[in-house]
């Protein structure tokens, strides 16, 4: 036994670590109490500062102590040396805890407010400290983060900057962090670029992210990016839709606008519209108002938005603007190309989601009405091979259809504009697209899946008739107030909440309600009830 090294048992090693722990809670409390002591009595000393600082260093997530030394920073009537120096002395700090735990934010955050504070900054030594933790983690989404701020307090463009994420990319192509800051900075580029040079600059991406995706093409990172590519920066005018008709106007716009920016012109004067957003706010994209003239005299319209003037249509005695044809692109050749590539991965990977999902964006941005029942088919296929998102492919779905829907109304309208619209039967589990359904007065939306969508249904202030039968309803509390609603068929669903089906009748000026085949017909005080709200409304109960 002699010579042999004593090896501690279980029991005396869990004895040795509770000391050890209970140690450490003491001497953690200890210093918790003596910093908040002194923070109460406003005393800002240098041995606040030194407890704080041994804390920070033991745990740097404990943000109430980074507050706690920004209050002395702020409290204490330091002279400016003193103070510079106690700022250098916090950057050594920060530093020091980013080598214990180089993702926490309130460290970044530390070190942003001291460089704030700072006169005199060395924004090329925090370039080199950016570099070098992003050289050790290169998904280090908080060094992204503070690696922006500085470029821009050094004023660094967004050109120049491309170049060093450029570089992180072809270094790692599976970085999600890398991909959102060079979409961060293409976005500034393209805020001065004219649209010849955001294609051709889009050209490079696209053949970039596509080299990417057949690296890793079960890497989300540049899938994402891809979407990003083909979803935003197009060429697309402000306004969508107009319709004037019965001395009502209704517009929709593809962005956020205030109603200032709206200008309407009638017989080439200025028109006083009193606009109303559809939930009151003061910017929206979809706007209501009304006109004082008479649809007769009416000789011709103009509306007015960020400079650009839209002439609008007389239809039998309805004016009218309507983007109607899909955009043509001038990469087209390119995304036919990436097509067809992304085609030929599907068939080596038949279970890879995100290049179906690719495919159908770009069949959507190439031609969406002549590839849209491949677009189906692509969707049916996610469904099954990614069932983890059926709810997700099904509401996508769903959108296509209405907007598919709505392509095949507008296209083939000739002297009337048509105020009604069938999307009855059609399996549809959400309403995308509502803004352009807010024009129509008349909309069957029966038999499909729109129990989880009843507050969509708040852009349809236009509508006077409404079916919303066989949807398997079970409550009414999100439906919204419609303020023309006039016709109502909740037929054949689940409803049997009194109260909720007597809420619907104060808050509109029904005419007509259907509610047959639903539970709530075997109450007996259900008509006596809504006869008391409403007398004249007609309720069908059998």
């Known amino acids: 036994m002699h010579g042999r090294v004593k090896v501690r048992t279980t029991a005396e090693q869990e004895a040795l670590k509770r000391k050890e722990r209970a140690e450490k809670l003491s001497r953690y409390r200890t210093s918790m109490s003596i910093i908040f002591n002194k923070r109460k009595d406003k005393i800002y000393d240098e041995e606040l500062m030194m407890v704080t600082q041994r804390m920070v260093l033991q ?3 404990i943000y109430t102590l980074w507050n706690i030394r ?14 510079k120096e106690f700022y250098q002395n916090e950057l050594t700090l920060t530093e020091n805890c980013l080598k214990q735990n180089p993702k926490s934010y309130w460290v970044w955050y530390q070190r942003i407010w001291i460089m704030n504070h700072l006169v005199d900054c060395d924004w090329k030594k925090e370039l080199m400290l950016c570099t070098k933790c992003l050289n050790l983690d290169d998904r280090n989404f908080h060094c992204w983060n503070y690696r922006e701020f500085v470029v821009q307090k050094a004023g660094i463009s967004p050109e120049e900057e491309f170049q060093f994420a450029t570089s992180k990319i072809l270094n790692n192509f599976s970085n999600y962090s890398s991909w959102h ?12 670029s004219d649209q010849n040079r955001i294609n051709e600059k889009k050209k490079e991406e696209l053949d970039l992210v596509m080299n990417a995706t057949f690296t890793d093409p079960s890497d989300s990172s540049a899938w994402f990016y891809q979407r990003w590519l083909l979803d935003t920066h197009g060429c697309l005018t402000t306004l969508s839709q107009a319709l004037i008709k019965d001395n009502s106007v209704i517009l929709f716009v593809n962005k956020n606008i205030p109603a200032e920016s709206i200008f309407l012109q009638i017989n080439n004067k200025d ?15 979809l706007w209501f108002g009304k006109v004082k003239k008479q649809l007769d005299e009416i000789k011709a319209v103009e509306i007015k938005i960020d400079e650009i003037s839209y002439p609008l249509l007389c239809v039998n005695q309805k004016w009218v603007y309507r983007k109607r044809k899909y955009e043509s692109y001038s990469n087209e050749d390119q995304l036919l190309e990436q097509l067809s590539s992304y085609k030929q991965l599907v068939e080596m990977e038949p279970n890879n989601k995100w290049a179906y999902l690719t495919a159908i964006l770009l069949m959507r941005k190439i031609n969406f009405i002549k590839y849209y029942k ?35 109304i507008w296209n083939t309208e000739d002297q009337e504009i048509k105020l009604e619209i069938d999307l009855s039967g059609l399996q549809l589990t959400t309403l995308s697209n509502d803004e352009y359904l807010s024009f129509f007065e008349q909309l069957n939306l029966g038999a499909n899946f729109l129990s989880n969508s009843l507050h969509q249904l708040s852009f349809l202030q236009s509508c ?13 509390k999100k439906f ?3 303020q023309n609603l006039e016709v109502l068929s909740l037929r054949n ?23 047959r085949e639903n539970p709530i017909c075997n109450t007996k005080e259900l008509q006596n009830s809504i006869v008391q709200i409403n007398p004249e409304l007609q309720v069908y109960v059998e």
């Open 271 to 285: 028109e006083d519209v009193q606009w109303k957003s559809w939930q009151e706010t003061k910017i929206s994209k």
């Open 374 to 408: 491949n677009i189906l088919i692509y969707l049916n296929v996610l469904v099954n091979i990614d069932s983890l998102r059926t709810n997700y492919y099904k509401d996508l779905r769903s959108k296509y259809i209405i907007e598919h829907k709505l392509y095949e």
């Open 59 to 61: 745990n740097p997530d």
């Open 464 to 476: 006077k008739k409404l079916s919303l039968s066989s949807n398997e309803l079970e409550n009414l």
């Open 181 to 192: 800051y060079r979409s961060q900075l293409l976005s500034k580029i393209f805020y001065n």
């Open 480 to 482: 919204p107030i419609l």
């Open 493 to 515: 669903n689940k409803l049997n909440n009194l109260e909720e089906i007597l809420q619907l009748v104060t808050r509109h000026k029904l005419k007509i309600l259907d509610l």
């Open 70 to 83: 920004r209050e002395a920073f702020i409290s204490n009537n330091w002279d400016e040396n003193l103070l």
